[in-house]
């Protein structure tokens, strides 16, 4: 059947397409590009039901709604993959976001509860208080 | 469960350990005193606890470090090597559990190792001699993992997991830990594999107390530890 060698194709795609190492514009772009051309298929499908019906009956599924559904779960499942992947580089960043504040936060806390730490001097740690208060947060 | 200081505080002064504290208010002073007997160096890093571990550790002579939100431990082990690597004379680093299932005495004796030049990066093993210490459906968990596990089979190692581990200052600095989770430990295997760093397995004797069993990893997070890893360094 035509439908079962498309939606093995569409895994194969999805898992090309998301084991790649770098994601550059045009990724992005097809992914936008694939966006649009299902919301058009959507509202197609709508509009005229008995077309769709036909492309169904050419690949191999009984009704047009049947296929929409296909067409559905495959874009589901590259949305959520392509959301967790998303957000996982969002707490990356957040994690570097708040090592580096409590790196710096640490520097001033230790340097008065441990006053023996041979860590930076005077001078480094007026430094590094302007730097705090220079970002509006309070040391 | 502590025994008599070991070796002179002196002559450790250029190594740090490294201890990650999520909420362990009730032991992490007994553990960072008890280590501080022997470790004159020692960095908790306060992963966001809600209990009051940072206020617990205050007063004890260890560095603090507090995550302004709770991150997983591998982050706060990577936080607590940045923050031991800034510190001069900084030369040995040892990752410790806060929860007192780790023995001085091994630690030592890891160290040794590293200091005598014959490898870069000790990891501890709980299954090298045999010990009684270790759960048996632990054991059975973590040495599948170990046999089903390509980099730990390289290395030959016989406990992927184990929290203690001693790093020179290149391996500490080379380590870059990104799994924030607790697959941080199979991360770090792989680095390992991959790197020319020469690695030695002592083993060590892991202290399952009823306190660190009831907080310890459960068996089931095993499945999260493996889709995290499953998609480590996939797209954007």
Redesign the interface.
């Known amino acids: 059947m035509v439908i079962q060698f498309l939606l093995l194709l569409a895994v194969a795609a999805s898992l090309f397409y998301f084991v790649r190492q770098q994601h550059g514009v045009r990724l992005q772009a097809g992914k936008r590009l694939a966006f649009v051309a299902f919301l058009f298929f959507a509202a197609y499908a709508v509009i005229r039901p008995d077309d769709v019906t036909w492309v169904a009956r050419r690949v191999g599924v009984g009704r047009g709604a049947d296929l929409v559904l296909y067409a559905t779960v495959v874009a589901f499942v590259f949305v959520v993959i392509n959301f967790y992947l998303r957000t996982r580089e969002m707490e990356r960043r957040i994690t570097e976001l708040a090592r580096a504040v409590a790196l710096r936060d640490a520097e001033i806390l230790n340097q008065h509860r441990l006053p023996t730490s041979p860590a930076a001097g005077p001078d480094a740690e007026a430094a590094m208080l302007a730097a705090v208060v220079a970002e509006g947060k309070r040391p | 469960m502590h025994d008599a200081p070991v070796g002179r505080r002196e002559d450790h002064k250029d190594v740090w350990l490294v201890i990650p504290v999520y909420n362990e208010a009730q032991v992490i002073a007994d553990v960072v005193e008890h280590a501080r007997q022997t470790f004159p160096n020692i960095v908790c ?1 306060d992963d966001g606890s809600r209990d009051g571990s940072a206020a617990a550790i ?1 007063p004890t ?1 260890a ?7 709770n ?1 997983g431990q591998g ?1 706060a082990l ?2 607590g090597l ?2 031991a690597l ?4 900084a030369e040995y680093f040892v990752t410790f559990d806060a929860d007192g299932q780790h023995r001085v005495e091994d630690a030592l004796r890891m160290l040794e190792v590293a200091r005598s030049g014959k490898a870069d990066v000790v990891l501890g093993s709980r299954f090298l001699e045999s010990r009684e210490t270790v759960p048996w459906l632990k054991r059975f968990v973590l040495k599948t993992v170990v046999a089903l596990s390509p980099t730990a089979r390289k290395l030959k190692l016989t406990d992927a997991h184990n929290g203690l581990r001693v790093l020179n200052r290149p391996a500490a600095e080379g380590l870059r830990i ?1 799994m ?1 989770g607790m697959a941080h430990a199979s991360e770090i295997v792989g680095k390992l594999a991959r790197s020319d760093w020469r690695v030695a397995e002592i083993p060590v004797t892991i202290l399952y107390t009823d306190y660190s069993r009831a907080k310890g990893q459960s068996l089931v997070n095993g499945v999260n530890i493996l889709f995290e890893l499953s ?1 480590r ?4």
């Open positions: 890093v205050a002579g560095h603090l470090v507090q995550h302004p939100i991150m982050a990577e936080t940045r923050y800034s510190r001069p004379g990104r924030n998609l360094h996939r797209g954007a």
